[in-house]
């Protein structure tokens, strides 16, 4: 089945930096990568997703990257803010509408 | 309604007792699926069910776990004889059919295990 890896697992940036979250699939028939952010206490909710037949998708501050081959993505989060600050999950699944897995999670913290 | 409902939001039982977790969907969503959070953890997948059967029920971690989905609609997991490391949020999503459509959680449900 699909395994998700998640790097890093907590960052910490101050405000107006950019903050990078790498994660890489197992399953190459998997095109479908959404992204999840959860703050505490919350449930999880979408930011943004990428299909396999674009390599990259912008939403304002927020660009999903996505490298097929490499089995690569990346959420990149430009001029942070405070309210960026939660805990963002990486998934995967494939066409056949198999299980969404998820990475681990990587806690982003945002000071002012 | 208008978005995924799950019952009771907390649960406290004792070590040894059977636990039934409520989901109710998003009307229309055909895909539902189970995942599992302990405290500052990820979001581990237990199954996921398109209409009433389950292709996939990899993630369901022992036997003591099992779930189930009628009318295509409410799901129920169902935790026998619980122990302590049960102790987590229990949270469900629906979607549409189809591989690309947005997941949309429940808000949980919490479970402590006495």
């Known amino acids: 089945g699909e395994n998700v890896e998640q790097h890093p697992s907590t960052l910490s940036v101050q405000e107006g930096d950019s903050a990078v979250i790498k994660c890489t699939y197992s399953d190459s028939a998997s095109n479908y990568f959404p992204w999840y952010k959860q703050e505490l206490g919350k449930r999880p909710q979408l930011i943004i997703d990428i299909r396999s037949n674009v390599g990259e998708k912008k939403d304002q501050r927020i660009a999903v990257t996505l490298n097929k081959t490499a089995k690569h993505f990346s959420l990149h989060i430009t001029e942070t803010q405070p309210e960026d600050s939660a805990v963002y999950f990486c998934?995967?699944?494939?066409?056949?509408?198999?299980?969404?897995?998820f990475g681990k999670g990587t806690t982003l913290s945002v000071s002012s | 309604g208008a978005g995924v409902s799950q019952s009771p939001s907390n649960k406290v039982t004792e070590k040894g007792k059977d636990v039934e977790l409520r989901c109710d969907p998003i009307?229309?969503?055909?895909?539902l699926y189970w995942y599992r959070q302990s405290l500052g953890q990820g979001l581990e997948f237990l199954i996921y069910f398109q209409g009433n059967s389950a292709p996939d029920k990899s993630g369901l971690p022992s036997d003591r776990f099992s779930a189930e989905r009628t009318g295509g609609s409410v799901s129920t997991l169902t935790i026998q004889r619980t122990q302590q490391e049960d102790s987590a949020v229990y949270l469900c999503a629906s979607s549409l059919p189809g591989g690309h459509t947005e997941a949309f959680f429940g808000q949980g449900t919490r479970l402590t295990v006495v």
């Open positions: 998934a995967a699944r494939h066409q056949a509408g198999t299980a969404l897995i």
């Open positions: 009307s229309g969503h055909t895909a």
